[in-house]
């Protein structure tokens, strides 16, 4: 059993930053971020395995997004810079052994969700 829980989302203006944070007890499993907004899918964001050289990214995010995790905290990082409105969602942390990083059925655990809202 995982548990993940999220921190770091609040109200930044376009352009700037924010770090998220997903601490995790349990096992330690490769970890991503997702991402929704009301009346869509959940979107995903990025994704990072143990080995934490291995990374993905959505286009949409690639260069501007990176993820990262401390295994001694067993906690993995968002840090999310150039913000647009369009970066605006509820993110999401998840665990699990997935093989297709980006599926957000192979994840076993989930977060609360964390709040992003950029001003234009």
């Known amino acids: 059993q995982v548990h993940l829980v999220e921190s770091g989302g609040g109200l930044v203006q376009a352009g700037g930053s924010l770090r998220l944070s997903c601490a995790a007890s349990g096992h330690t499993y490769p970890m991503a971020w997702f991402r929704q907004v009301p009346g869509k899918e959940r979107e995903f964001v990025a994704a990072?395995?143990?080995?934490?050289?291995?990374?993905f990214y959505a286009d949409s995010v690639k260069g501007r997004f990176t993820i990262s995790r401390d295994m001694a905290k067993n906690t993995a990082y968002l840090q999310m810079n150039t913000l647009t409105p369009e970066d605006t969602a509820v993110y999401y942390c998840a665990a699990g052994t997935a093989v297709r990083p980006s599926r957000a059925d192979e994840y076993d655990w989930w977060g609360q969700g964390t709040l992003v809202t950029v001003s234009s």
């Open positions: 990072i395995r143990l080995s934490a050289s291995a990374t």
